[in-house]
């Protein structure tokens, strides 16, 4: 009878969303009207916080941006914990003439119900002054962030994610689903890549490195590699940082992927509350990072990959923790096969980042009101 009622629970905990969406839709549709815009330039608008704008994530997206569509046609916002939120955002909107906003749902309250009313403040924002709300939601199985991802994109706009759309669908109101998406590499990170590899060309490289947030349950798999791999004595390198924690630097950071014959990554799910769908994996961005470095990626096959990379041909995927300890042996010691597979991956890599997958995709989401 408990089990019953936990999946009773559960089951309403999944389809809440749909309350929320509908009753915004409902406030959206009915009460406002948007506003009429003649000749608009388009102005992205990206916003985070001081830390945020220190991680490489937030500083590819604005440059990769400003490559696809011109600097001056991005905005830069940086959010200040001083500051009051929501009148940041309007300020910004109505003396920037921003026209498409890149929201982030981790970005505000970090309380349920106020988190809540500010994604509705938003929405009701975004749907007066007829701004097209690009949503950034690197995790839609957090309960939270994937509510608050639905009501600011009700009307219009698309939810950027690192998950299977096609998986998310079922549990998502709405289907501008844009995912799973790539890492979005700015060409100009791929330039200095490449400077680093001439700088660092001579030096002897770790046979396997790990390079990335450690929470569970990967700390886990990593532990196990760790002791698999040393019964066969292989050297596996575990740089973790924890969530929160202080950052290396980009430079640092990229020379661990290039110094390494072989980098590892899962894609699992943060356990953490309020996380839900745990069986659908993530496409973290160390799948496009690891091969634009050149190095051989060991990866998890997950659901939406192989629209842009074919497990065997541009990267390893591993089955299950045994299956990655014996993958990562046997390319150690058959190099020709690891240097052929980083090669074509490398240069698939390279062919995505030339292209600016990440916002074409976006772009199409879009539709009418795209960026280019």
Known sequence: MDKFLLEIKRFLQIKSIFIFYGLTKIILLLV????????????LCIEAGEKGWESIEFKEYYQSACEYIG???????????????????????KYKGVTHYFYDPRTGSQ?????????LKIAILFKRENVLPICLSTDLAVRRWRIQSSIVTCVSGTVVCFMS????EEIFPHKRLCGPNVMP???????????IKIVEKNRIKEEVVFAGSLYEPRT????????????????FQIYGRNIGSKRVSDEDYWKRLINTEIVFTTSDQMMQK???????????????????SGSLLIAQDIP????FFTPGVHFIAYKNNDDAINLISYYLKNKEEAIKVKQVGHEKALSIIDARVFWLMVDAALGTRSLS
């Open 111 to 119: 309380e349920f119900w106020r988190a809540i009313l500010e994604s």
């Open 32 to 43: 406002l009207k948007k506003k009429e815009k003649k000749n608009e330039k388009i102005q």
């Open 71 to 93: 600097s001056g046609h991005v905005i830069k916002l940086i959010l200040m914990q001083n500051q009051n939120y929501l009148k940041e955002i309007s300020s910004t909107i």
């Open 304 to 307: 939406g990959v192989r629209r």
């Open 274 to 292: 309020g996380t839900d769908y745990s069986h659908v994996r993530h496409m973290v961005y160390r799948y496009l990072e690891v091969l634009a």
């Open 220 to 235: 886990q798999t990593l532990k196990y590699l760790e002791q698999g791999l040393k019964k066969k004595n292989i050297n």
């Open 165 to 168: 759309s096609k998986e998310m």
């Open 185 to 195: 590499l700015s060409k100009q990170t791929y330039k200095n890549l490449n400077k």
